[in-house]
T-cell receptor, first 112, second 114 residues
Framework: ELKVEQNPLFLSMQEGKNYTIYCNYS?????LYWYRQDPGKSLESLFV?????AVKQEGRLMASLDTKARLSTLHITAAVHDLSATYFC????????????FGKGITLSVRP | DGGITQSPKYLFRKEGQNVTLSCEQN?????MYWYRQDPGQGLRLIYY???????QKGDIAEGYSVSREKKESFPLTVTSAQKNPTAFYLC?????????????FGPGTRLTVT
């Protein structure tokens, strides 16, 4: 059974500093997705990583995928308040069905 | 504009009543999904459907039912058998062709049962 772990589950960030959050998973997969959720809202797609070594960047966020290590990282450059949200990673599909397996999410809070 | 719509945004029901949540997509996606999210928690998969007229149970299907009679629509019924139905319900869809499995989410329905 595929398991997806995110850590840390909560991160308090200082404005202007750099941080990295992690998503690791238990079964071979070359597809990984990052989503953002603001409080009380739905999930918004951030990045789709479809191969080993894939790197995507959008503004202050950069995501990468290492399928050999079964690890994705989300790097935050010079954190700003607008980045405060919960970030989910999802992996899959694996097998015959199209399900994705989601991590529990990491809540980021940026303080002045 | 293409997208996924869920209605209503907020729903209030008395205990013991069945309630149906609507999910419609005009993205021409093959697959659709229902998730439940409790406060401060992640997503839990209730049911999913990869093609019309077929669906599979997810991790927490008990007390829920679905149908997929049309490609665009995947309604979820929360029955009185669901012991703790108060939650945020999210519907999603994915293309499932050409290696495209990214899920797109609707705005969600917040259900409160008292």
């Amino acid at each position: 059974e595929l398991k997806v772990e995110q850590n840390p589950l909560f991160l308090s960030m200082q404005e202007g500093k750099n941080y990295t959050i992690y998503c690791n998973y238990s079964t071979t997969s070359d597809r990984l997705y990052w989503y953002r959720q603001d409080p009380g809202k739905s999930l918004e797609s951030l990045f789709v990583l479809l191969s080993n070594g894939a790197v995507k960047q959008e503004g202050r966020l950069m995501a990468s995928l290492d399928t050999k290590a079964r690890l994705s990282t989300l790097h935050i450059t010079a954190a700003v308040h607008d980045l405060s949200a919960t970030y989910f990673c999802a992996v899959g599909p694996t097998g015959a069905n199209s399900k994705l397996t989601f991590g529990k999410g990491i809540t980021l809070s940026v303080r002045p | 504009d293409g997208g996924i719509t869920q209605s209503p945004k907020y729903l209030f029901r008395k205990e013991g009543q069945n309630v149906t949540l609507s999910c419609e997509q005009n993205l021409n996606h093959d697959a659709m999904y229902w998730y439940r999210q409790d406060p401060g928690q992640g997503l839990r998969l209730i049911y999913y459907s990869q093609i019309v007229n077929d669906f599979q149970k997810g991790d927490i299907a008990e007390g829920y039912s679905v149908s997929r009679e049309k490609k665009e629509s995947f309604p979820l019924t929360v029955t009185s058998a669901q012991k703790n139905p108060t939650a945020f319900y999210l519907c999603a869809s994915s293309l499932n062709r050409d290696r495209s499995y990214e899920q797109y989410f609707g705005p969600g329905t917040r259900l409160t049962v008292t």
